[in-house]
């Protein structure tokens, strides 16, 4: 379980130096597109190579995968409209502003955004015995935008540097307790919800990637967004290819 938090605290910790960028480093539009356009890529990447390929070799005809899969986006959806009603339906913007109206929908979102990658970080660590780095890599790859383009948010709303660290801080150590979740409550689950959670995440994450994350990397890194997505996918792949064949 300590392994857990602390591999799910490795991947969220993103989220602070995201924020850490965000407040001393000043990063154009078109710089902060091309990340989150690389780190779409990575997260296709983790997507096929190891949530549904997972869920295939653990419940196969099972039926976890297409229940998972569909709830999983359909959760993702609807949650996040309900956000989005609350105000934060930004919160991914690269030009996002931020108001103290706006901390608990923010909170909220971002959530939605990490629980599913933390909780099957702890789910992967229960399976096989080790943190998959391929999975780690990918969701602390794509926090940093996130957290980058959220803390110019806040900026320009007039938040000081220790309130917005210590929001995300925050938000990193209660995204990494899901990790712990993810190991701890499925111990004993049968290979149907073993699927099922892994689907279950691989839906959510990809409606976010559809809905969000690749129209901003899109919008502000132009045509060259879909050249970096490639090059983050790949980088994926051959992380999962070696971290294979060293095991």
């Known amino acids: 379980m300590i392994d857990a938090l602390f591999w799910g605290l490795v991947a969220t910790s993103s989220l602070v130096v995201g924020g850490l960028i965000g407040c001393f480093i000043p990063i154009g539009n078109r710089t902060l597109g ?13 997507v096929a190579y190891e949530l549904v390929f997972e869920a295939i070799r653990i419940g196969k005809g ?3 995968i297409g229940w ?9 959806f609807f949650a996040d409209r309900i956000i989005s009603n609350m105000g934060a339906d930004n919160r991914k913007a690269i030009n996002a502003s931020a108001g103290s ?4 929908p923010m909170l909220l979102g971002i959530m939605l955004d990490g629980i599913p990658e933390s909780t099957v970080i702890g789910l992967g660590i229960l399976e ?4 998959s780095i391929a999975m780690l890599v990918a969701i602390f790859i794509s926090n940093l935008p996130e957290a980058i383009a959220g803390t110019a948010g806040m900026k320009a709303g007039g938040w000081g540097t220790g309130k917005i660290l210590g929001l995300w ?3 990193a150590v209660l995204c990494a307790l899901f990790t712990v979740a993810g190991f701890a409550f499925f111990g004993n689950a049968s290979p149907f919800m073993l699927a099922f ?19 901003e990397a899109f919008e502000h890194g132009g045509k060259l967004a879909g ?11 051959t992380v999962a290819l070696m971290e294979k064949a060293a095991g």
């Open 34 to 46: 091309l990340v989150m356009a690389f780190g779409a890529g990575v997260l296709i990447s983790a």
């Open 62 to 64: 099972t039926g976890g």
């Open 68 to 76: 998972g899969m569909a709830l999983g986006a359909l959760v993702f």
């Open 101 to 104: 109206a706006l901390v608990v």
């Open 128 to 131: 096989g015995g080790a943190v």
């Open 169 to 171: 801080v925050a938000i």
């Open 197 to 215: 959670v892994n689907a279950f995440a691989a839906g959510a994450i990809l409606t976010m990637l559809a809905n969000s994350m690749m129209p």
């Open 227 to 237: 050249l970096i997505t490639v090059l983050g996918f790949a980088t994926a792949i």
